[in-house]
């Protein structure tokens, strides 16, 4: 059998194992014959595509039924949920009875076959045995990275920014292995310039390209002028692509969290390095002013760079209390665990850090473009993969790879006797995965990875026919603003995009009102708020014999805002909060676990002359 024949079958044979792991978020997703976003953000990337598919709406890149009652632009930049809507009006074109939330929610797990295919090149240019690399796409599959990433449901954007990263890796490793290829150059180049299109924050992506250039300049070993050429061309071209669609970049914004002229002045400020790097040769002088311009450069962005490190760090209200912005060592630390932590990302991962002084040794040693940028993408990969769960992306395709690599390299028996390397692999990777990945490869979730979520849909259902009827604003915690903007038609104060100064001020804005006791709510709440939708947090508890069960009155108080708490235990509320519907939590005493309310008019008082 030809080398050709067997990558292709390690191909789709790992690309189907993912693809049925991923087709183990069902039970996460469908219920009754309806299917439902599975996570936070997949909620409002529903809602955006749908609106473009079959709203009078259309596509909108600046909401004014979020952070109500001004509105603002959305961090998610235009392409990902565009090309999505337009997938999906090409779908039914040719197949209208098809339910569009069937044909989103199973998006992630079709694209299994396009990042599987990036990586498999990726293990060709480094000339990794067909052993290796089978072993390295099956440890894609196995992964629950890869599941948590593509998995059915899941319509966040994220497996987006990981195939953007794979193709950096590729069109790198191409171009540098061999530098006089203007083709690789130029693809790189548009990798790199569109990228941003799909979450504003892939504008890092050059940064490993510039760092490589910036090492083989002090080398003298650049490649030729006409590719580095070839590839700002492409690079600034590529942004353009991206930008020109973008309402923000239209009207002259300047922003990170939006896709702006932010972006292209950082685009054209590597264009300039690169462009200059190719011009003047190495020397401390040289060396010494292009110091000194990137420090001048950086004046202008230096506000927006602060912003960018505040979201990698958490330093912004509540980021560092989401699950997915935490760093995995915090999580094992934490209500996780070690050993489900060591499920996610198994045994390489917890020795991933191990790869980052590795891969410097052996860049330093070769000092070859190829081994520079393949070092620093690990380093660049594994320092985000550790410094966010959300962040896995980044650095998830060297937890496998990077060990294959350097395995090929010390080790000449691998590609001499490859039917045993491939067994000894296999048995080192189970077990690998032997602590805790196949009890989260097929861990049973809850519906839409929300314990409440389920006994929540009545009430979306009658408080979406009461918006229907009367939109207004909804009152409600930051975690429910994208699920109420899914399910209906009435703003939200605050949800969880938590990325600007504006985002912050809301949070606060929402967290000064469920602070208040219902009486304050109606002498304080703007005029557009029409309903509150008040949701228990915390009501369960670990009781004296040990049982975890519903608690007191007491405990509800002090770990609940008040206004959620009273509007869920009070029978005394004034006569101005109608109830819409309620779901019940301690029959006994007349607790509610949720309830949403409809807020009446002030009734005007008749004064007699």
């Not at 219920?31 to 909108?60: E, K, M």
């Not at 061309?233 to 922003?255: D, R």
């Not at 620093?376 to 650095?395: A, E, P």
Request: aromatic share 14%; hydrophobic share 50%; proline share 5%.
């Amino acid at each position: 059998m030809s080398r050709q024949t067997l990558l292709l079958g390690i191909w789709i044979l790992s690309s189907l194992i993912a693809a049925l792991l991923s087709l183990e978020f069902t039970h996460a997703t469908y219920l009754d014959g309806v299917w439902h976003p599975v996570g936070n953000d997949s909620f409002y990337h529903a809602r955006r595509i749908l609106d473009a598919v079959n709203s009078p709406r259309g596509f909108y890149q600046f909401d004014e039924m979020i952070h109500a009652p001004q509105g603002s632009w959305l961090t998610w930049p235009w392409a990902y949920d565009w090309i999505m809507a337009k997938f999906v009006q090409f779908w039914q074109f040719f197949s209208p009875s098809t339910d569009s939330m069937h044909i989103i929610t199973h998006t992630a797990v079709y694209w299994i076959f396009v990042n599987a295919a990036i990586l498999l090149g990726i293990t060709i240019i480094l000339n990794l045995p067909t052993s290796l690399s089978a072993l390295v796409l099956l440890g894609f599959a196995l992964s629950p990275l890869t599941q948590n990433l593509h998995g059915v449901g899941l319509i966040d954007h994220h497996y987006i920014e990981y195939t953007f990263v794979l193709l950096t890796v590729l069109n790198g490793l191409a171009w540098f292995k061999k530098p006089d290829k203007t083709g690789h150059a130029i693809a790189l180049g548009i990798t790199l310039g569109i990228a941003p299109a799909f979450h504003t924050g892939l504008f890092i992506l050059q940064a490993p390209v510039l760092l490589t250039l910036a090492l083989l300049w002090v080398q003298n070993k650049l490649p030729p002028s006409n590719t580095m050429l070839a590839l700002t061309y492409s690079l600034l071209l590529g942004m353009l692509a991206a930008l020109l669609p973008s309402e923000p970049f239209q009207q002259g914004m300047f922003k990170f969290s939006i896709l702006s002229w932010f972006h292209l002045y950082i685009a054209a400020t590597s264009t300039l390095f690169i462009a200059s790097m190719s011009r003047f040769q190495f020397s401390i002088k040289t060396l010494l002013s292009f110091i000194l311009l990137a420090v001048m450069l950086l004046i202008p962005i230096w506000e927006d760079t602060i912003g960018g490190a505040a979201f990698i760090s958490k330093d912004i209200p509540l980021l560092s209390a989401i699950s997915e912005a935490k760093s995995p060592y915090s999580m094992m630390l934490g209500s996780e665990g070690f050993t489900k932590i060591i499920g996610y990302y198994s045994l390489f991962g917890l020795i991933a850090p191990l790869l980052i002084p590795l891969f410097i040794y052996l860049a330093w040693k070769k000092r070859s473009g190829k081994y520079i940028f393949l070092c620093i993408m690990v380093t660049f990969g594994i320092s985000l993969l550790l410094t966010q769960f959300r962040l896995n992306y980044f650095g998830s395709f060297a937890i496998f790879l990077g060990w294959a690599f350097l395995l090929n390299e010390k080790f000449s028996f691998i590609s001499r006797k490859p039917l045993i390397s491939f067994l000894l692999g296999l048995i080192i990777m189970f077990g690998a995965f032997a602590p805790g990945s196949f009890d989260v490869l097929f861990m049973r979730y809850y519906l839409t990875w929300d314990d409440r979520y389920k006994d929540s849909i009545p009430l979306f259902e009658r408080l979406k026919e009461k918006c229907d009827e009367s939109p207004g604003i909804v009152l409600v915690d930051n975690n429910y603003g994208h699920i109420l903007r899914f399910h209906t038609e009435c703003s939200v104060i605050a949800n969880n995009f938590l990325m600007t100064k504006q985002h912050v001020d809301k949070i606060r804005e929402m967290w000064r009102y469920l602070e208040m006791s219902p009486e304050e709510l109606l002498e304080n709440k703007p005029n557009e708020m029409r309903y509150v939708f008040a949701r228990l947090s915390n009501y369960m508890a670990r009781l004296d014999d040990g049982r975890t069960g519903l608690t007191t009155e007491e405990y509800l108080e002090e770990n609940n805002l008040r206004l959620i708490f009273e509007l869920n235990t009070r029978n005394d509320l004034p006569d101005r909060y109608k109830l819409i519907a309620q779901v019940p939590l301690d029959k006994k005493r007349g607790f509610m676990r949720a309830r949403v309310f409809e807020i009446l008019p002030k009734t005007p008082v008749n004064n007699p002359e």
